[in-house]
């Protein structure tokens, strides 16, 4: 398990999910555009931190276009449950 790549990624999601609570009730002009970017970011970094938990260093470093468009989309059913 690549830790230092999984760890980035969910301190970079910690911070979004704060900075999100921190706008939603100090911003009376936030709004759903404001969220849906908020969230994208967010899931964003959640979802890499899972769909690249197992990647060399040297990859995770390199990280491709298509590797970057992977890595962050939503993790199927079969993928979190039985580590697929």
């Known amino acids: ?4 790549f999984m ?3 969910l301190r970079e999601a910690s ?11 100090s911003d009376p002009e936030y709004g759903y555009g404001d969220y849906v970017v908020g969230m ?8 890499t931190a ?3 938990r197992g ?4 990859r995770a470093r390199q990280c491709s276009e298509q590797d ?3 890595w962050r989309q939503f993790p199927s059913i079969e993928e979190i449950y039985l580590g697929q």
């Open 1 to 4: 398990m690549n830790k230092d």
């Open 15 to 25: 911070e979004e999910i704060l900075r999100i609570i921190h706008e939603v009730e």
């Open 50 to 52: 899972w769909n690249a």
């Open 40 to 47: 994208t970011h967010l899931y964003h970094h959640i979802n």
């Open 55 to 58: 990647v060399p260093e040297d």
């Open 7 to 9: 760890l980035f990624n």
């Open 68 to 70: 970057f468009f992977r």
